[in-house]
């Protein structure tokens, strides 16, 4: 079972964007594209990002049809000292193993950086999905007009297509590892 674990940022289009390419065989990596069978997302958060998690959760409903989501939210919101950043490595150390999938793009550097380096420990791969500024500023002005409205979404017949205006159609995703 192959697992996609991503740190989560403010933008949440980004891990349903590498998701979506994953699947999709639609990435850059040092060997050759495939589909890649992703079977569960875990995303790891902060406090400050969680209206973000519950628009990930929608997008990934309405615009991927993917349901196998689950949290962990950190007990903080940025590394602040030693022993957070060593919480963070255990947090992301009991959720991936060796040739699962660590999308380090979204969420606080400090948090990413602890979970990157947890990733080369177990031997997972590396992943990250990039787009255009433009989209971005795009992007980042629809889910300001969209906040709060991904919270009543609870099932597929509550989905509307603009969830999917929070994903960018030109994410470029690149495996490094």
């Given at each position: 079972?192959?697992?996609?674990?991503?740190?989560?940022?403010?933008?949440?289009?980004?891990?349903?964007?590498?998701?979506?390419?994953?699947?999709?065989?639609?990435?850059?990596?040092?060997?050759?594209?495939?589909?890649?069978?992703?079977?569960?997302?875990?995303?790891?958060?902060?406090?400050?990002?969680?209206?973000?998690?519950?628009?990930?959760?929608?997008?990934?409903?309405?615009?991927?049809?993917?349901?196998?989501?689950r949290e962990v939210a950190l007990p903080f919101d940025d590394i602040s000292s030693p022993q957070d950043f060593i919480t963070v490595r255990e947090t992301?150390?009991?959720?991936?193993?060796?040739?699962?999938?660590?999308?380090?793009?979204?969420?606080?550097?400090?948090?990413?950086?602890?979970?990157?380096?947890?990733?080369?420990d177990v031997g997972a791969h590396l992943v990250t999905t990039v787009i255009d500024q433009d989209d971005y500023i795009r992007m980042n002005r629809r889910?300001?007009?969209?906040?709060?409205?991904?919270?009543?979404?609870?099932?597929?017949?509550?989905?509307?297509?603009?969830?999917?205006?929070?994903?960018?159609?030109?994410?470029?995703?690149?495996?490094?590892?």
């Amino acid at each position: 079972m192959v697992k996609l674990v991503a740190t989560l940022g403010k933008s949440p289009g980004g891990i349903a964007e590498t998701l979506d390419n994953l699947i999709s065989g639609n990435y850059v990596a040092p060997f050759e594209a495939k589909e890649i069978k992703v079977n569960e997302l875990v995303v790891i958060r902060t406090e400050e990002v969680t209206e973000s998690y519950y628009f990930l959760k929608t997008i990934l409903l309405c615009c991927l049809d993917f349901t196998n989501v689950r949290e962990v939210a950190l007990p903080f919101d940025d590394i602040s000292s030693p022993q957070d950043f060593i919480t963070v490595r255990e947090t992301v150390r009991k959720v991936l193993s060796t040739g699962d999938y660590l999308d380090f793009s979204g969420g606080r550097k400090a948090i990413t950086a602890a979970a990157v380096l947890t990733a080369r420990d177990v031997g997972a791969h590396l992943v990250t999905t990039v787009i255009d500024q433009d989209d971005y500023i795009r992007m980042n002005r629809r889910y300001e007009e969209l906040k709060g409205k991904a919270l009543s979404v609870y099932n597929k017949g509550q989905c509307v297509s603009y969830f999917c205006d929070l994903m960018s159609s030109k994410a470029k995703t690149i495996i490094f590892f």
